[in-house]
């Protein structure tokens, strides 16, 4: 397998995403037979079934296909390895599995769809760094995609050779017994489920379930029908923030379990895959409510990892295997020797400064199987933070395969409203998938080639514009931290431009000074019209990302206008409402009804702050 740390030696011909891990070219090129590209096409959506099981090869037209024997006893990376030949004969596709396979027409798909004379001849060796790439999206904080979209974004992701995906889920599931919980949020149903499974297989994706079983179950706790379960209706820490009401299940009740049970019965029938997430992350009100004397009596650390334990129980009498979010107990390393042995940790961070080194050890440590788990920075951002995102994307990566990690999940969030249009979350989640693959930087991979991949052939530049865009406000990320915490420095989890949006006309003005502002808005300006040029071939993208910036512009001219109102200068309420009205459009055309309302709470909240400095004295 070639090293992933090795820079690559050879570059194959543009349009190739992810790069290839070498490619030892022999001079001149192969001329394109006209029937390739459709038939290339055809096998990627539907690859054989005979290939692989009852036939070692097929042949096309001079494009052969091989399964070799022996896969037995190949690393699941290795397995994935292939080779693929060009030759003045014609193209030999090689590899252990069907996945290699797959992973070559990828690669062959692309190539072909590059305006070139013809392949380059010489002979591909590609593998990759990691076994899993996958990509989880947000499905419970607003956005749920309609069956197209999901459709299209398998496809899309199936071209960046991810090969898992995950659902998280919350109460965006149609369970048959809580529709007091879903209603209203044009939920995922039993059927659709079982589709996006059938297209994910066609494509060479795995579907994990996904539900999160112990918090982030609000919605739930907050009906009539299951607030008995809750933890707490009081108040609490979300780690360093006060909150109050119901968020986790009561871990000593065994009522939680028996819900528990009800909902991965009939939630898992619907997915093939074996593994589960069960979520359990960010319990932080446990002890605060009905488990406080036991936790006083054996632990919080002690109660949480033996509830982790008995759901994960439940899944495998279901046949899965569980995945579990891994903060709590990576903050309590004790707890990691009472959790069953067959579980797979997600070792979740989202900044640049996020321990993957330390989890990595700990985690390699416990003998559990574990997973890195970085992030898109797409939510609570409007652009995008990509300086973040790439630190972010590379300390995981560099861990993960220093520590053993069998897999890499791209998280993309919608935290605040999920306001992050789909070019800003795809531009990222391929940065991520391109990382999984190679092992390699973000920042080493050709944005071009990315771009022509998720954007179209004719949209080569909007990758490397959309990276530009999300550091607009940098240097106000690096001296905002109070506007969201007192005691920091550095802003985490959000853009300036974002939070900032949702400050009071004269509240904490002082942070981030009017002519840092100032230079964060010329830098927008001067970078719009390459933006819109790199956009202008895609209909919708054009108008998200349009969209985008509007966003970005009254966003940043009214952080000016609050610490420097000397000029007279101010925003138009009405602007906001007419991207109001264009956030639903545009919502309306990949995502479901259901969560639009929400979403458009967020810029309710705006609203009232631009309604009251229009009347502050």
């Given at each position: 397998m070639p090293n992933p740390f090795m820079p690559n030696p050879y570059m194959p011909s543009p349009g190739s995403f992810p790069p290839p891990s070498r490619f030892d070219p022999s001079g001149g090129a192969l001329a394109i037979n006209p029937a390739w590209p459709e038939y290339v096409e055809s096998l990627r959506h539907n690859l054989p079934p005979e290939l692989g099981t009852t036939t070692d090869t097929i042949r096309h037209q001079g494009l052969a296909l091989h399964v070799n024997a022996g896969a037995c006893g190949v690393s699941p990376a290795q397995g994935q390895a292939y080779t693929l030949r060009i030759t003045a004969n014609g193209i030999d596709i090689q590899s252990a599995t069907r996945a290699g396979v797959r992973y070559a027409l990828e690669t062959l798909a692309q190539w072909l769809a590059t305006p070139n004379a013809g392949l380059p001849l010489g002979i591909v060796q590609d593998a990759p760094a990691f076994a899993t790439r996958g990509v989880m999206l947000d499905v419970s904080r607003c956005r749920i995609p309609t069956m197209p979209e999901f459709a299209r974004i398998i496809d899309q992701l199936a071209a960046l050779k991810c090969n898992h995906l995950q659902l998280y889920t919350e109460h965006t599931f149609a369970y048959s017994f809580a529709e007091s919980v879903w209603q209203g949020w044009s939920p995922i149903t039993p059927t659709e489920l079982s589709t996006i499974d059938t297209l994910c297989r066609a494509r060479g994706i795995e579907l994990a379930a996904n539900q999160n079983c112990f918090g982030h179950l609000r919605n739930w706790l907050e009906t009539p029908d299951f607030a008995s379960l809750a933890e707490t209706h009081g108040d609490w820490m979300f780690d360093l923030w006060p909150r109050s009401g119901p968020f986790s299940l009561c871990p000593t009740d065994s009522a939680s379990i028996a819900f528990v049970r009800r909902l991965l019965q009939e939630l898992t029938p619907n997915v093939r895959s074996p593994l589960l997430n069960i979520g359990c992350d960010e319990t932080y009100d446990i002890a605060f409510g009905r488990s406080k004397?036991?936790?006083?009596?054996?632990?919080?650390?002690?109660?949480?990892?033996?509830?982790?334990?008995?759901?994960?129980?439940?899944?495998?009498?279901?046949?899965?295997?569980?995945?579990?979010?891994?903060?709590?107990?990576?903050t309590h390393p004790q707890s990691l020797a009472l959790l069953p042995k067959d579980m797979i940790a997600l070792a979740w961070g989202y900044e640049p400064s996020s321990p993957f080194e330390d989890w990595g050890k700990s985690l390699a440590s416990s003998g559990l199987e574990f997973w890195v788990c970085p992030g898109t920075s797409s939510w609570r951002s409007i652009t995008g933070r990509t300086t973040e995102r790439n630190g972010n994307i590379d300390a995981a990566v560099a861990a993960g395969l220093k520590h053993g990690a069998t897999g890499v999940l791209i998280c993309d969030w919608g935290d605040t409203g999920h306001w992050q249009q789909w070019p800003i979350a795809i531009n990222a989640i391929a940065a991520g998938l391109g990382a999984a693959w190679t092992g390699r930087p973000v920042v080493a991979h050709d944005t071009q080639s990315l771009s022509r991949i998720i954007f179209g052939p004719s949209s080569p530049h909007l990758a490397q514009r959309l990276d530009a865009l999300g550091d607009v406000d940098l240097s106000l990320r690096e001296v905002c931290g109070p506007l969201s915490h007192p005691t920091r420095t550095r802003l985490l989890n959000q853009s300036a431009l974002f939070i900032d949006l949702f400050k009071k006309p004269d509240e904490q003005t002082a942070i981030g000074d009017a002519a840092q502002w100032q230079t964060a808005l010329e830098q927008l300006h001067a970078q719009k019209a390459s933006l819109v040029a790199a956009a202008a071939t895609n209909p919708l993208i054009a108008a998200e990302v349009a969209h985008t910036l509007n966003l970005t512009d009254f966003a940043l001219r009214r952080a000016f206008t609050r610490r420097f109102p000397f000029d007279g200068a101010t925003v138009d309420p009405s602007q906001w409402h007419a991207m109001k009205a264009e956030h639903r459009r545009l919502w309306r055309l990949r995502s479901r009804d259901g969560g639009l309302a929400q979403s458009c709470t967020f810029f309710d909240t705006v609203e009232s702050h631009l309604t009251e400095a229009s009347t502050h004295p």
């Open positions: 004397a036991a936790c006083a009596a054996r632990g919080r650390a002690t109660v949480f990892a033996e509830f982790v334990a008995a759901i994960a129980q439940e899944a495998s009498a279901l046949g899965k295997r569980s995945m579990f979010w891994a903060d709590i107990a990576l």
